[in-house]
């Protein structure tokens, strides 16, 4: 600190000659200014302070008689000292940019798919994404709310946003007691709110796929079929476990019509669409038709009882009996549908003399599937 000092010419030499700056005072002893006082030193830093004025335009003043500094600080009212908004106030100022946000990233040598470098990692915090885990990121196309989740429980969803009430269509996932590196990868579909259900799962021996299949425009069967049973298409896209073609058992179908004496009852059986007529059995006296279809019946209405019918007319079995009986048919007569539907149509005349719930069963052994 430089001090300016009184004139010293023909001043006396003896120390009363004095001059006081900041406190200190100097006496003159006819050579130098030397400080007076116990101890006292010009560089004596402890007589020196400091006084802090109110914040405006910034000053740094010293005032000479008193050796006090005065400073006056910038007034920084009008600048942001402290982040009051949440994450949530920010972005509801606007969430859209045009501005790209670029992350740092992890270098691959893609040729050799070798891992090079890792420069950090993008994070985002979303504890609420409908249980997609504490860690969640967002891709997400706002107009058609189709969406990538990356995720810490599901590690991959692709799918519609939950905000929009639609389902998921495909969860890449780590199921509970497995991960990716067990060699295991599990495919899920998420409905809305509800929880992720197994649809694929590879693993070392395989790949197991759980609900209804659909592959190469045939819908599989959900459950399993019995014992020697096949699957069958009916060329319309469905498959169905069906018994293997082979040697058939003998089987049965019956009909009961109440009917009067004389009166007739046209009735359709269901029935292979080939088979051989084994026997047939009445409850009570009866006349009984077998047609292939149900223009020749109509044709054959008129006809009695006492007459046989045409060859070639489309009858293709008949019985009469007298009562509760049992008619072998020998040699077993083939009959058939002409429109290969699995029907047989039949013409049953009461016979008992009065009025009777007249059943009729033929038993027969199937030829066409």
Known sequence: MAINFPATGGQATDGSFTYTVAGIVYAWNGSSWQAAGAGASATDRSLFSVTTNSAGSAALSYNNNSGVFSYTPPDLSSYLT???????????????????????????????????????????????????GSQC??????????????????????????SNGNDHVADFTTPIGGSFTDGKCELFYTPHNGSPLSRVETTSTGVTLSGALTAGGLTYPTTNGNSGQSLVSDGAGNVTWQTAAGLSSRATVSNTSSLANDAVANVSLTAPKTFVLLKVETSHAAWVTLYSDTASRTADASRQISVDPIPGSGVVAEVITTGAQTQLITPGAICFNSAAAGITYAKIVNKSGSTANVQVTLTYVALEA
């Open 137 to 162: 990121f967002v891709v997400q196309n706002t107009a058609s709310g189709n969406s990538i989740y990356l995720s810490s429980y599901q590690k991959v969803r692709i799918g519609s946003s939950y």
């Open 82 to 132: 402290a982040e009051a908004d949440t994450l949530q106030d920010v972005t509801g100022r606007g969430q859209t940019s045009g501005v790209s946000i670029t992350t740092n990233l992890v270098e691959f040598d893609n040729p050799n798919g070798v891992y090079v470098n890792d420069f950090g990692n993008l994070t985002c915090q979303d504890a609420s994404a409908g249980g997609l």
